[in-house]
């Protein structure tokens, strides 16, 4: 059993606990907000019998053995370096950190403190994500993919009145590229690997960051197309091209259909199996068993990916003078 | 009556024919291929009087009063430029010509003739396509458009098999971006205007021919994102995404359906009427009606449309190295 704390408070970490809790693996013993009242009634809400209103005094929590991190944006890269410097496991929410130099420095940390460093890229362990992946053999030679992950947000009315919210905040490190464009191009680094170069065309929001937009990533011989953003709802599938046929799901998380259309007998034939019941519950059962089996081998090629899709965003960032307040001094 | 004759023997002809006829202002009079054999065949097929081997031989007939084109795309610059020539009103296939240069030349030639040169968009006419266009006041501020037109063809299985059909052709000045992609360029143009830049990431096949790809055209603020193809099939509807809501078409071409979604209330509404029983019937109807009325406005909206299309296809196929033949002298 893994004992845990939650540094945030917000409905992805209910999520966490839940699916944590529903994997068997994970105990859930604290949990940390500056405020006293948040910590004690997110902790009586979920039975954990500690709270922690100081990054120190959760560190120093001996039976802490990790902490999973859903603060905003902007706050992850303080909250981690104390969390593993103290030697605890860390789970960290997409986008684990503002820039790449921020997540390279808790990668050095983490190795030298023989902690696990983790980003919840929840969806690259769904079951059928992994049936998505498993099928690409069927395309023959690969043409190119559409990766859609475009839903209006509600937040963005805010913005349209005139607030900030953290999401669309650049203090926050915020903005629609690295909240949801992460996903499919997480999707796209573990489908085809690390592209060869990337553009981005934004759509600006109020707010200075990026509401939404298209992404393209250059591979050999084909690319992928993204369409994120918060800011508009795109009913469009996520499809990958081949001369054999076409991979057609209903998104690159929450996949619940897969479907092989073949391009010469226009066959279609359904490859996905049942979702998990909580949309967390596969990367926290895999993360526990990274942790409990020390498979470095397998942190290791999650870190690549982890440290790849934040090359790709910050790259894209800078073609497109998406600058954050962290990267200003 | 317009009385016309066609050069160019295949479906697109037949289709063509039976639209015109079916909206009552058009009557074939003339068939034209260099084989008399096929001439005769194809006016029997269609009870056309006159059979023509030659070009001189058609552009002598008095009483052809219009000429409609759809031969291979490398041969529509000089029987169109025969055609006006002899002061024939020409309906000219997309792709228009294989080069701007090309197309100026035959405008400059059409002026001089005081004869019409359109080319057969017939999506831009399609009653649906035109319900879009006046929905977009809908969306409120743009964010983008994603417009898709990505088919297998059957051709291509000849392609894999080593043959090169026209389509595929660099000789015939064939590939997908301006046999298919200038159905959504155009349909981009149409609805919001020439945009500044774009760019295309082309899939290409064993002619040297492109088969598919992404292009992107970038307007003030947004973007257009263009999933093209000839190799792959893609089940994506074609969406414009703006602050209010998003509307949702089956196709560019043929549209059945155009969907309003309310980005806040998620309530869809249905804003497309019957299409037409006859694809290109409505452009047959409104070339018929720009000739006779001699409506030189809309005639010349149109003609910029064409040239604004095939300047932005000549740039991505320069960007991209795609050389058609009669370029290389």
């Not at 001996?62 to 030697?87: C, R, T």
């Not at 921020?102 to 079951?127: G, P, T």
């Not at 998505?132 to 990766?147: H, M, N, T």
């Amino acid at each position: 059993m893994l004992n845990f704390a939650v540094i945030g408070t917000g409905w992805i970490t209910d999520s966490f606990i839940e699916s944590a809790h529903a994997t068997g693996a994970w105990k859930l013993v604290g949990v940390y907000s500056r405020a006293q009242e948040t910590a004690s009634a997110f902790a009586a809400k979920h039975n954990a019998t500690a709270t922690y209103t100081t990054l120190d005094a959760l560190g120093a929590a001996a039976d802490v053995h990790a902490v999973y991190i859903a603060s905003p944006n902007s706050l992850h890269f303080e909250q981690a370096k104390a969390m593993l410097s103290a030697g605890k496991h860390v789970i960290l929410e997409k986008p684990a950190t503002s820039t790449v130099a921020e997540y390279d420095q808790l990668h050095a940390l983490a190795r030298q403190k023989k902690a696990f460093l983790i980003e919840a890229n929840r969806h690259l362990q769904e079951r059928n994500f992994k049936v998505l992946r498993d099928s690409l053999g069927r395309l023959g030679p690969l043409y190119g993919a559409s990766l859609n992950y475009a839903a209006y947000s509600s937040r963005y009315n805010k913005v349209l009145e005139g607030e900030t919210p953290n999401i669309f905040s650049l203090e926050f490190s915020g903005g629609c590229l690295v909240d949801l464009g992460v996903y499919p191009i997480a999707a796209a680094v573990a489908l085809f690997g690390v592209p060869k170069a990337q553009s981005y065309s934004p759509v600006f929001v109020k707010t200075g960051a990026d509401g939404g937009g298209f992404v393209r990533l250059q591979y050999d011989g084909f690319a992928v197309d993204i369409n994120q953003s918060k800011i508009y709802t795109s009913a469009a599938p996520s499809e990958v091209y081949g001369e054999k046929g076409t991979l057609i799901a209903n998104g690159v998380t929450d996949i619940d259909s897969v479907v092989f259309l073949d391009a010469r007998t226009k066959e279609k034939t359904q490859l996905a199996g049942e979702k998990a019941k909580l949309n967390l519950q596969e990367e926290a059962a895999e993360f526990a068993r990274i942790i409990q089996e020390k498979d470095t081998k397998e942190k290791t090629r999650l870190e690549e990916m982890s440290r790849a899709v934040l090359c790709i965003t910050e790259d894209l960032r800078k073609q497109n003078g998406i600058v954050f307040d962290v990267e200003k001094n």
